[in-house]
């Protein structure tokens, strides 16, 4: 059913958005990137997890945790792995970052066990037929939060002080900070709004496919990548665009093809663009004007 | 020599193989994140032609270490000439790819892997130590090695005299490539098996390790890293448990207080900070220099 | 007698929408120092990163002894005998002063793998005496050993242009060379451009500093905002009204 395979595609890849997005948004504000974004979705949603299949928590209470959990954590790695890293060494904060990711996941095994942790089903008589389509109540709930999301980070980037001060502090840190722009606390909101946006990415995939394993940080940081090499690094916009094109690029393959050769095709798929169009698809000349 | 000693002396010489070979393209200051990749392919290809073609391990290793160069130069062909954050996710999706595809090809066992290859002695670690560091001790005093180390310190700047950045960069990194798949070699007919597994990113992130701990200003600040990070789950038997993270901790911690490592001086120079985003959008020679 | 060395025609540079040079043709005549004046943000120092390759232009071509180089990397540039120095300084802060002007040679130095054989050929050796005679031309023979980014500002200026010079160009493209400098320094900088010039070096000079510019300047081409308003010997250039406008704002 090709219909149907396409829309679970955009599915998948509506979250990939949400974290290619806050992989975008540091890229953004600090020129850097955060290899440990995907740990942070990962511890996220293994707590969001235990309390709605242990503790009974209801699942909207679980996911705000999520986002909070989320901020918390880039919180700790920005001052962890960024504020105290001389500038200096480019590949320091990405060496510390990867550090970083390696201590959350082995906290994470050793607190939580390595099991994979179950996410139950939160809408169960929800179904939507259309046709031949059926989308589930949950995969209604993952495109619903996931557009809202990235709906709320729009107009809080664009309407609100803070969000000036956000884009303005990436586009040119040095004159912000001369026009009085605390840029130092920008940049933590940045990471916080970051985090928050990988926690709830983390639920969310986890919600998709009902489970989730303290061994997928890594992996979700790797998808993370391919969607904002795809879609130009720090483009906000062409990072949603990719990560649809992914989402969608990954479940043909798995339907069609074979579930081994799901990243694979992605990979070669972005090498591909990478040889031809090195800024990315979606990138035009230099993107300052196209990237929020 | 017991068995033991002996084990722990090819370990220690293994990684001080695999800091000096990483220690090439850090060299230019380039950084890869998938190194592993470059040991993996240097022990498939060894392990190959030694278990199904009855090659003698030294020639399976030159075997291994060309295979990863050429590989190697691919690769950095593909990302050199982009930015150091493209460097680093192109690399770190490279070794991402190795392991799948070794992961799903039965001629090399799948998953299970490989399994009853030796051969390895310390003589044979000895003497491609010994090669690496004569290298590296002319290439340090050489024009070539100087243009590595202008290429590290400012790429716009190296062309304006006349550096070929792009060119030379891919070069060290295939020759860096190379070293490591010669490692991967030797390490693949010492553990006796091998599966893609093993060469996953925390193989990566260790042969980083090695060369940032112990420095990147000269070659054998890497020699050093490689042994103090070898010896020290040997010394220290608890580590075992916690090495991801102590390891995870190390980097964080080195990185605010001595990033340059233990061995070299701090560096002073202004860095230029470009922009990234104009680094990501310029195209192959040219770069913003304003 | 018009021997021209490097043409730069048409030039056209647009940055996101923002036209930093419009339509600038100039010729640099063999022998001539140059000098390219201007307002700030008059594109003097984009035309000089055209002219050396650093920056695309968005139309025109750059022609270096009648042979079309637009598309040509910078670092391709210099073996056909163009070098440039950078209005910031960009030496190799962590190498010492002697490796900086070693790496000025690199386009005529072996430099592959055969390079790594300890014993100096003939050549290698001629080219490391010319890197010494550089350093002592430039003052620095007893600062050789020394880490570039440890030198006063001045000498970090006379480095650049000691490597500059050690690449033996036949055209030195020079963005802001007195920029920095003190009063004393700024002196002694027009015998040694001139020097230069008289050795057979022809030089584009992009320069903020007016008297320098005519004092030593045999032509002189003045933009603003992008447009070139007139080209000429330096006494009649700068005189004119056009000119005055600009500066003055009048």
């Not at chain 1, 722009?181 to 970051?194: A, D, H, K, N």
């Not at chain 3, 637009?70 to 540039?77: I, K, M, N, V």
């Not at chain 3, 300890?118 to 620095?140: H, I, M, N, S």
């Not at chain 3, 003045?222 to 080209?231: K, P, Y």
Request: glycine share 10%; hydrophobic share 50%; aromatic share 8%.
């Amino acid at each position: 059913m090709l219909i149907q395979q396409l829309v679970n595609g955009v599915l998948l890849g509506t979250t990939f958005a949400l974290i290619a997005l806050s992989f975008n948004l540091v890229v953004g504000a600090l020129d850097r990137l955060n290899f440990a974004l995907g740990e942070t979705a990962m511890v996220s949603a293994i707590c969001a997890a235990l309390l709605v299949s242990q503790a009974d928590v209801p699942f909207v209470v679980a996911f705000v945790l999520s986002l909070l959990i989320g901020a918390v954590v880039a919180a700790l790695t920005y001052l962890l792995s960024f504020r105290f890293v001389s500038p200096k060494y480019h590949t320091a904060p990405i060496l510390s970052s990867l550090g970083v990711g390696l201590v959350i996941t082995s906290l994470v095994t050793r607190t939580f066990g390595s099991d994979q942790r179950r996410v139950p089903t939160v809408l169960e008589d929800v179904r939507f037929e259309l046709g031949p389509l059926v989308v589930t109540g949950d995969q209604l709930i993952i495109l619903v939060v996931a557009a809202l999301l990235t709906g709320l980070l729009y107009v809080f980037l664009n309407r609100t002080t803070w969000g000036t001060a956000i884009r303005g502090v990436s586009d040119d840190a040095d004159t912000s900070g001369l026009l009085g722009v605390p840029v130092q606390r920008v940049i933590l909101l940045t990471f916080v709004l970051s985090g928050a946006l990988a926690g709830a990415s983390g639920l969310l995939t986890g919600l998709s496919f009902h489970t989730v394993s303290p061994f997928t940080g890594f992996e979700t940081t790797l998808t993370a990548l391919m969607v904002v090499v795809l879609g130009g690094l720090g483009n906000i916009t062409g990072g949603v665009i990719a990560a649809l094109l992914i989402g969608v690029v990954e479940t043909l393959t798995v339907a069609y093809v074979s579930a081994t050769f799901r990243d694979l095709l992605v990979f070669i798929l972005v090498a591909v663009t990478l040889v031809v169009r090195p800024q990315g698809l979606f990138t035009r000349q230099s993107g300052v004007a196209a990237r929020v | 020599m017991d068995a033991y000693t002996e084990a722990v002396v090819i370990k220690v010489g293994i990684a001080i193989l695999l800091a000096l070979g990483y220690w090439v393209t850090v060299a230019t200051g380039k950084y890869s994140f998938g190194h592993a990749a470059f040991m993996s392919i240097g022990a498939y290809t060894a392990s190959i032609l030694t278990l199904k073609f009855d090659l003698p391990l030294e020639l399976a290793m030159l075997v291994g270490g060309l295979a990863g160069a050429v590989i190697g130069a691919f690769i950095g062909w593909i990302a050199l000439r982009l930015s150091m954050l493209y460097l680093a996710i192109i690399t770190f999706a490279f070794a991402e790819i190795v392991r799948i595809l070794l992961d799903g090809w039965d001629y090399v066992g799948g998953a299970t892997g490989l399994f009853g290859m030796t051969g390895t002695t310390v003589e044979l670690v000895a003497v491609c130590i010994a090669v690496v560091v004569v290298y590296l001790f002319f290439l340090s005093r050489s024009r070539k090695g100087l243009s590595y180390e202008a290429i590290r310190e400012d790429e716009q700047a190296a062309r304006a005299c006349g550096l070929g950045v792009t060119r030379i960069s891919v070069e060290a990194f295939a020759v860096s490539a190379a070293i490591t798949g010669v490692a991967g070699a030797l390490s693949a007919h010492e553990t006796l098996i091998i599966t893609p597994n093993l060469f996953g990113a925390p193989q990566s992130l260790l042969i980083i390790l090695f060369v940032v701990l112990g420095g990147v200003q000269y070659f054998w600040g890497a020699i050093v890293g490689a042994v103090v990070l070898t010896m020290l789950p040997i010394w220290f038997d608890f580590l075992e448990d916690y090495y991801q993270i102590t390891y995870g901790l190390m980097f964080v911690l080195l990185m605010i207080l001595r990033p340059q490592g233990i061995v070299g001086r701090g560096t002073d120079r202004r860095i230029n900070l470009g922009s990234l985003r104009e680094l990501a959008t310029s195209r192959r020679g040219g770069g913003g220099d304003e | 007698m018009s021997d021209v060395q490097l043409r730069a025609s048409g030039i056209t540079k647009r940055f996101q929408g923002v036209t930093a040079l419009a339509e600038v043709t100039v010729e640099v005549e063999r022998g001539s120092i140059h000098g390219v004046v201007g307002p700030n943000g008059a594109g003097k120092s984009t035309l000089l990163n055209i002219m050396s390759g650093f920056v695309p232009p968005t139309e025109g071509t750059v022609e270096l002894e009648g042979r079309d180089i637009t598309r040509l990397t910078p670092q391709r540039r210099v073996p056909l005998g163009m070098t440039r120095t950078f209005q910031n300084l960009r030496l190799f802060g962590g190498l010492t002063v002697r490796q900086n002007v070693l790496l000025g040679q690199h386009s005529h130095a072996r430099t592959g793998f055969a390079s790594l054989w300890p014993v100096p050929t003939a050549k290698e050796r001629q080219l490391r005496q010319e890197a010494d005679a550089a350093l002592e031309t430039f003052g620095l023979t007893e600062l050789s050993r020394r880490r570039a980014e440890t030198l006063p500002y001045g000498l970090q200026k006379q480095l650049e242009m000691a490597r500059a010079v050690a690449a033996r160009p036949s055209l030195l493209l020079m963005d802001e060379p007195a920029a920095g400098m003190t009063a004393q320094e700024r002196r002694a900088l027009v015998p040694r451009i001139r020097q230069l010039r008289d050795e057979g070096v022809t030089v584009v000079v992009v320069e903020h500093d007016m008297d320098l510019i005519s004092q030593m300047c045999d032509v002189v081409t003045v933009l603003n905002f992008g447009r070139m308003l007139i080209e000429g010997p330096p006494d009649v250039a700068l005189a004119s009204d056009d000119v005055r406008t600009a500066y003055l704002g009048g």
